[in-house]
């Protein structure tokens, strides 16, 4: 893939991958919170405290979804 990594193993919801670079690794976690940013979470979610929408000081959007 485009960040030359792969799943290693995959247990019980909880999987490690390898990646060939530390900058391809980073790059890797990077895209996956960008799509968790990006993705359309349900409203009754985002109504608990711990899943509300986060915006900094100009009124962007910097979290939203599950933060445990």
């Known amino acids: 893939d485009k960040h030359d990594g792969y ?3 995959n247990e019980n919801g909880i ?8 900058l391809d690794a980073a790059s890797w976690a990077m895209a996956i919170q960008l ?6 979470w349900p409203e009754t979610l985002l109504d608990h405290k711990s899943c509300e929408k ?14 445990y």
């Open 35 to 40: 799509e968790l940013l990006n993705s359309k």
């Open 54 to 67: 986060e915006t900094d000081e100009d009124g962007n959007l910097i979290f939203t979804g599950l933060r």
């Open 7 to 9: 799943e290693v193993s």
């Open 15 to 22: 999987f490690t991958a390898t990646f060939s670079s530390a």
